[in-house]
């Protein structure tokens, strides 16, 4: 038996059905009827599916397509745009949002109804598809009428709200979602029917606010309101904005409140960014950095003013102690000593303002530098940075120093030292400094403690390299050395009884070339003082055939008896002192001459000498005539009247100016850098012209002192005269290295 043929539907027939089901749609929209059954809904989808499964040329899908797209047209023109058009400002957004939602659901149910053309006819004719057609519908004739109208009255909600007032953040975000939703998976229309005229009229919002605030507010005042500004504004952005618009919208605000007045910002009179500075305004300060950071290159003119700010701060301390010095108002050495700890507590001071207000930024970190970097290579009263610096780190570490500190304080101290010393330029003469002062505490056992000694090393050996401490290292040693050779002597003694020297002997034996240079001269002494260093001498060669021994007498000590009339006081002096007294064991009287021919001492030595012992406070000698002037006519004689209420006096020796000594040894050791450091460059780059010789060699040597141009230049031509390097015979601006 054959099947029975199923009935054609004809187009008429078929869509008067639909009708019915999207008349019902219509009134379920609007909220006068109940949605669809599943009967319901199965007849409307095999209505659809029956007519566009018909033989040709009953297959109706083309046309179906059409009506499904009139079907949104028609209601839209009946009933969406006339409910639009007669509402006004938030009225009409709500109802624009609510036509949205009503839109979607009915692209929702159509699209269902018509599933069936969206999987075979509009795939197999790269048709646009169901729901696009739906939502393009309500884009060309509802959003096009009525986006301008929308984007004003958001416009007006959010200038309303920005005033203070209280408004539907809810309906605004529905609002901006039909902006977002209706480029489908595209923000163009979003960004240019809403988000540029938005940002136009921020602008214009935060451009008339700033043009009072920056007459009217201190710069505290200013930032405290650009800050809460730009919180709302982010806030807004995670209320209703869509998330794309913050940066854009951020910007917007910063142009206008920040970046457009920086500078009258900044330079406000009394409460700008040097006023903040002068007054510690740490939070505003703070401020000032959040709000400038986000703007493109907007901390330079901030750091720049803090750097100026730091400079000046600096000098002022500068012009302190020049003041200090002129008016003698202190005794010598403290006022720099002062110096030195005001400039610690200016870096502890902005170098917190760089870690807390402005965050570790590397940019407030090369402002620091470069303000302290001007005033710490200052002369400060005669004596340079890289000096003071030394002298304070002597008065920390010697026993019986001015600065009395813990064990804490001292390390934090050094510290704070060690970091000053970076922005030193003259790096090499603190080292020389420094190693004479070292040298005079562990040689004069004036040293407080050998860990310290050693902490300070260690810090600057991290600070400034290897071997920048080498020989300060090197010198800590050998005193531990001599300890140890000391200790064996006084064994050697023990077990050899004939050879005492007969007085108590310490003999400190250092390494040469670890020690500052000190002159040692060929003095003639004493019959007692031979016999020692002839015991010491057999001793050493036991030990060591391969050492020759250069005895330094100026940084001896010796302690000797004076029998006087009225008692007998311990003498502790130079070993060139002692040598002078010694003399009067065997004459009551001698000239100047006499003294000078049995020591064999040079004239300058020989007055300071006698200064000390017949011009000074002990007067040991009595010198005629009677003067405070040594002569080369002058006699001399024991003061046998001569008495002190100790039992025990040190003789001073009148000090020396080693500072001349210093520059010039550094000066010496420069010349030896700068001749190694042009050879060490030409011989790796053979040929080079003399502008890039000049700059590489400072920015190799920059690390130890800034040497000068005219210094390079000279010692170029002393290298070129030791065939080191030539000129090149056609152009003599380029020197060629000679292996």
């Given at each position: ?94 109802e624009f949002v609510k036509r949205w939602a009503n839109h979607k659901l009915m692209v ?396 108590d002997l310490t003999v400190t034996v250092l390494t040469t070339g670890f020690w500052p ?79 000078k021919s049995q020591l064999n001492l040079a004239d300058d030595d020989l007055i300071r ?131």
């Open positions: 038996m054959a099947l029975a043929q199923l009935k054609i539907i004809e187009l008429d027939e078929g869509w008067e059905f639909m009708q019915k089901g999207i008349i019902k749609l219509k009134k379920f929209l609007e909220g006068q009827q109940h949605s669809f059954s599943s009967e319901e809904y199965m007849m409307l989808y095999t209505t659809i599916y029956n007519m566009c499964t018909q033989k040709p040329p009953n297959d109706y899908s083309q046309q179906l397509y059409e009506k499904y797209k009139e079907a949104f047209e028609e209601y839209i023109n009946s009933t969406v745009l006339p409910s639009l058009r007669e509402k006004h400002d938030e009225f009409m957004l709500m929702r149910w159509l699209s269902r109804f018509f599933h069936y053309l969206d999987r075979y006819f509009i795939a197999r004719r790269s048709l646009p598809a169901l729901n696009e057609v739906g939502l393009t519908c309500f884009r060309d004739l509802v959003y096009q009428e009525l986006k301008g109208k929308a984007r004003d009255a958001v416009i007006v909600l959010i200038d309303q709200e920005r005033e203070g007032e209280q408004i539907d953040r809810g309906l605004l975000k529905n609002v901006l979602d039909i902006f977002v939703g209706i480029g489908m998976g595209e923000m163009e229309y979003y960004e240019i029917d809403f988000e540029d005229p938005m940002l136009k009229d921020t602008a214009a919002y935060y451009s008339r606010k700033a043009s009072s605030w920056i007459v009217e507010d201190s710069c505290p005042d200013y930032m405290l309101k650009a800050e809460e500004c730009l919180k709302k504004e982010k806030d807004r952005v995670s209320h209703y904005l869509h998330v794309s618009s913050e940066t854009k919208l951020l910007e917007k605000v910063q142009n206008e409140l920040l970046v457009v007045y920086t500078i009258q910002l900044l330079e406000k009179e009394h409460s700008g960014c040097r006023a903040l500075l002068r007054d510690d305004k740490v939070e505003d300060l703070s401020r000032m950095y959040r709000l400038f950071l986000r703007i493109p290159k907007g901390l330079e003119p901030v750091s720049n003013m803090f750097k100026q700010h730091v400079i000046a701060e600096g000098m002022v301390l500068v012009q302190q102690a020049e003041d200090t010095t002129n008016s003698k108002a202190e005794s010598s050495g403290s006022g720099e000593q002062v110096f030195v700890r005001k400039l610690i507590e200016l870096h502890d001071k902005y170098l917190a303002y760089v870690t807390d207000c402005f965050a570790n930024n590397s940019l407030f970190h090369k402002a620091l530098k470069e303000a302290f970097e001007v005033f710490c290579n200052k002369i400060v009263s005669g004596c340079s940075s890289a000096e003071l610096l030394a002298s304070y780190c002597d008065n920390i570490l010697k026993k019986g120093g001015s600065e009395k500190l813990s064990d804490d304080a001292i390390e934090e101290t050094l510290d704070k030292v060690v970091k000053l010393l970076a922005y030193i330029s003259d790096k090499d003469l603190f080292a020389e400094f420094y190693r004479k002062k070292l040298s005079r505490r562990l040689l004069f056992d004036k040293s407080a403690s050998d860990d310290h000694e050693r902490l300070i090393l260690t810090k600057l050996k991290q600070q400034c390299g290897g071997q920048f401490t080498s020989k300060m290292e090197g010198m800590v040693t050998d005193l531990t050395l001599a300890r140890e050779s000391q200790n064996n002597f006084q064994e050697y003694l023990s077990n050899n009884p004939a050879a005492s020297p007969g007085i240079s000190y002159k040692s001269s060929d003095l003639s002494l004493p019959a007692e003082m031979v016999k020692c260093v002839e015991v010491f001498k057999e001793f050493y060669q036991t030990k060591t055939k391969h050492r020759k021994l250069t005895w330094i007498y100026s940084l001896g000590t010796c302690n000797i008896n004076g029998k006087f009339e009225s008692k007998t006081i311990e003498l502790i002096l130079g070993t060139y002192q002692a040598a002078v007294l010694l003399l009067f064991n065997a004459s009551d009287r001698l000239s100047y001459s006499e003294i000498l006698l200064q000390s012992l017949s011009c000074a406070k002990y007067k040991i000698l009595t010198k005629e005539p009677s003067n405070r002037i040594v002569s080369p006519s002058d006699h001399f004689a024991f003061n046998s009247k001569f008495t002190d209420r100790m039992r025990r006096i040190r003789v001073p020796l009148p000090p020396v100016d080693e500072r001349k000594k210093v520059v010039e040894d550094v000066d010496k050791d420069r010349r030896y850098a700068i001749d190694a450091c042009i050879v060490r460059i030409m011989k790796s780059r053979k040929v080079l012209p003399h502008q890039q010789l000049v700059l590489e060699c400072v920015e190799q040597l920059s690390r130890m002192f800034k040497p000068d141009f005219k210094a390079i230049k000279k010692r170029i031509e002393d290298l070129i005269t030791r065939d080191y390097l030539e000129r090149d015979k056609e152009n003599p601006n380029l020197f060629k290295y000679l292996a």
